[in-house]
Nanobody, 116 residues
């Protein structure tokens, strides 16, 4: 499973970014897909997940500001970041969870920097 994240960059507080995770060798709609992030000096933390059935859940810190979605035509999972804060600065990683086994696959990160 190969996951390619893109869309990171620098943005001012209150702005928006859209991250995208392109998957090869899997169909994203068949997997539970997630986004995690890791800020400098911190551990990796959960951001958002969309299940194979479409159910979504979010970390409390991003609820109401971030939206996870799938684009079956492009075979991508996107994360829309709105009203970003400096605390959102981190490397963002997408994951794919294999059905039944629960095995997680990770892509490389894309960096998001939010300035105040």
């Amino acid at each position: 499973v190969q996951l390619q994240a893109s869309g990171g960059g620098s943005v001012q507080a209150g702005g928006s970014l859209r991250l995208s995770c392109a998957a090869s060798t899997i169909i994203v709609s068949e997997y539970s897909m997630g986004w995690y992030r890791q800020a400098p000096g911190n551990g990796r933390e959960f951001v958002a997940r969309i299940g194979a059935g479409g159910a979504t859940n979010y970390a409390d810190s991003v609820k109401g500001r971030f939206t996870i979605s799938r684009d079956p035509a492009k075979n991508t999972v996107d994360l829309q970041l709105n009203n970003v804060k400096p605390a959102d600065t981190a490397d963002y990683y997408c994951t794919a969870r294999r059905p039944f086994t629960g095995q997680d696959f990770w892509g490389q990160g894309t960096q998001v920097t939010v300035s105040s």
